[in-house]
């Protein structure tokens, strides 16, 4: 089976940095786009920014120019490197590949839907 697993979360303050990073684990060929989203206390599951398998990016207007996205197609990871972090900046983050190419056992090769992470916790002191 494939999972998706997160790490990097945790307290920093204003102006700190954070890094996130989202394995996907199993027998997997390839992935399609990779995202990261996240949620807030009494608000909806909101999108921060995607990446597809070829490199082309998508932010939000609200972390433009403060955070990147990146991948390593090789260690099927995704990565957002958080800059100039605000107290709104506050959720949980979550990960999530659109789509992805793995071997199930007993079952062959086959694609698979809209992974996501368990969500780790991003809080950002004033």
């Known amino acids: 089976q494939v999972q998706l697993v997160e790490s990097g979360g945790g307290l920093v303050q204003a102006e700190g940095s954070l890094r996130l990073s989202c394995a996907a684990s199993?027998?997997?060929?390839?992935?399609?786009?990779m995202g990261w989203y996240r949620q807030a206390p009494g608000k909806q599951r909101e999108l921060v920014a995607t990446?597809?398998?070829?490199?082309?990016?998508n932010y939000a207007d609200s972390v433009k120019g403060r955070f990147t996205i990146t991948r390593d197609n090789a260690k099927n990871t995704v990565y957002l490197q958080m800059n100039s972090l605000k107290p709104e900046d506050t959720a949980v983050y979550y990960c999530?590949?659109?789509?992805?190419?793995?071997?199930?056992?007993?079952?062959?090769?086959?694609?698979?839907?809209?992974?996501w992470g368990q969500g780790t916790q991003v809080t950002v002191s004033s």
């Open positions: 999530n590949a659109d789509r992805i190419f793995y071997r199930q056992l007993g079952f062959g090769n086959r694609w698979g839907y809209d992974y």
């Open positions: 990446i597809t398998s070829g490199g082309s990016t």
């Open positions: 199993g027998t997997i060929f390839s992935i399609n786009a």
